[in-house]
């Protein structure tokens, strides 16, 4: 039973489409994130919601919108792709939102954009 | 500003070594550090997590340990094999959030 489940986990489109990814977890968690794996494998933070409430933005284009339905739920839309946004992105849930317990990954959605 | 170094980049070993990753962190005012371990295609899978009131934690073959006033973190994995192979990452929060900044990770290869 997957405890952070994101879909898709491929995704191939062209430049200037729109695209979303969704992200589910199952833990019961209050805070979830979206985390941004380059080409180089660096791994950034780019969101948190805890509650449905953004927390964090790590000054990502405003083209990139998390949307949080309830607090199981975070999905990504993002708008007119750039090449530059092919990477891996992950999605992850916590406890809440002090930084004492563990950090829960899903597997990754590898966007490509053409 | 708080940034997270782990050397060596790659390692490959034979099988059946015992094997120390480094991570080293600028701030030493951590909350806690956490390892992780990724399989290439997949997501990030939660090693150990140590506070910052802790100096080790330990979980079958692995052990970590935690050095804050040095800024630095250790994973030992005893006995390796083949299935360890993978890239191990650790993680500190930025501040009281969960904001986790990275290092690039070592990328492991256990030969059999």
């Known amino acids: 039973d997957t405890a952070v489940s994101q879909t898709p986990k491929y995704l191939v489109t062209q430049m200037g489409n729109d695209k979303s990814i969704k992200c589910e977890q199952n833990?019961?968690?209050?805070?979830m994130y979206w985390y941004k794996q380059d080409s180089k494998k660096f791994l950034k933070i780019m969101f948190s919601y805890n509650n449905k409430e953004l927390i964090i933005n790590e000054t990502v284009p405003n083209r990139f919108s998390p949307k949080s339905p309830d607090k199981a739920h975070l999905n990504l839309h993002i708008n007119s792709l750039e090449l530059g946004d092919s990477a891996v992105y992950f999605c992850a849930s916590s406890q809440d939102l002090r930084a004492t317990g563990e950090l829960f990954f899903g597997e990754g959605s590898r966007l490509t954009v053409l | 500003k708080q940034e997270v170094t782990q050397i060596p980049a790659a390692l490959s070993v034979p099988e059946g070594e015992n094997l120390v990753l480094n991570c080293s962190f600028t701030d030493s005012a951590i909350y806690n550090l956490q390892w992780f371990r990724q399989d290439p295609g997949k997501g990030l899978t939660s090693l150990l997590l140590?506070?910052?009131?802790?100096r080790e934690q330990t979980s079958g073959r692995l052990n970590a340990s935690l050095d804050k006033s040095s800024g630095r973190s250790t994973l030992y994995i005893a006995a390796s094999q083949p299935g360890d192979s993978a890239t191990y990452l650790c993680a500190v929060p930025m501040d009281s959030s969960y904001k986790l900044i990275f290092g690039s990770g070592t990328r492991l290869l256990v030969r059999p």
């Open positions: 140590i506070q910052s009131s802790q």
């Open positions: 833990l019961g968690h209050d805070t």
